[in-house]
């Protein structure tokens, strides 16, 4: 990663771009009023809370990251917006805590450069740890880089050097950025540099030195490493990667609904969801090849499903690809599809193209609704020309159909049930 980014940063990757995107808004009065891993899943701007700034904010900073604005023209733009909506300079305001009005600091230059450093930094430090993972088995190290502040903290100028391999503990906590205004960075590197560099396996990390820190919002108080600011003792990558583990191991309904939905976006983004994709793609169309002469065995029913999944089973039987959104009349529930569902597609040669599939969820808010007496859902999108048919099945949406109609509109005029707003 590099170990600054100045105005001019580097065009931001679809990791980056996804890491910030799919992040909920989350209105707060105080920066300690989530946790920090919170902060990998949520948007916020602290004394937001009461002024409708969030969505002007996420959206100047999305423009900031995808189109690479400096600094400048991201407060010139901004500014207008902010204050015209009474979210400027120092006034008072009630804390929702406590009901209590006080006197604080809402929009100012200083505050923008914050939340368009802290933002653009972990959104850039999350993509880049996501490429790490992807490539450390040819590139199994990370380096600790120098800063290029002028005022750089002694503890992380002790940190420059440490070479560790990338999923050593020591890059939970002390992954870049360490603090409020910290420019400090990574390298990945390959064993031979970093033998060259002086790395010793038997000499461990960096002893860490923890110290407590009680958030007086909460009351709560954790144990923070020496050197890091509270809140950013965090790797915002790996923890959206953690979350994408606790999906995969069955776990998801145990996240919280913005986590859920980020976890499911990396998740159909990633490479390994594509393999799965694939994998069912190739498995149906297998076992279509398979029937004629299985039939001519005289198998059929459940004695012919059995004997094609006893040749070749699907690696992954179910995995989510999005959120139901509120529309749908629940707690937003994940979206779930069985790999059977999509080598059935290609028996019939209507599979849709992987790269539709990170954009469910978007779809699923856009697309026109009809829900039958059974509660199945069908949604066409006329955007996309995708017709899918959704069944309740207790905790998440099971995605049974779906293909693109010939008839497209029409198709879907055909469907039973009463239309959804």
Known sequence: MP????????????EVTRYFREKGSRPTFDWRDIAPREHAYAFTVAKSAGFDVLDDLRKAVDDAIVNRVPFEDFKARLTPTLQAKGWWGKRF????????????????????RTIYWANIRTAHAAGEWERTQRTKRFLPYLVYTLSLAERRRPEHRAWVGVILPVDHPFWETHYPPNGWGCKCGVRQISRPEAERLGYDPEAGGPQIVMRPWRNRRTGQTVTVPVGIDPGWDTNPGKTRGQNVAELLSGRLGELPTPARRAAIADFTASPAFKVFVQDAIETGLHHAARVPALKAEGLAGFDLRDRLEAERRYALTRFPVAVAPGRFGDEYLPVMIDARTIGHAADHRRVVDVSDWPDFGDILKRARLRRDLAGTMRAF???????MVLDPIGSYWRLRTLFRPRGRARYFEKQPGTDME
């Open 93 to 112: 305001a009630e804390d929702p805590a406590d009901g209590v009005s006080k006197y604080v600091q809402l929009g100012s230059p200083r505050r923008l």
């Open 3 to 14: 170990a600054d980014l100045p105005d001019e940063f580097l065009t931001a990757s679809p």
């Open 381 to 387: 999108d006329p955007e996309t020309g995708l017709f």
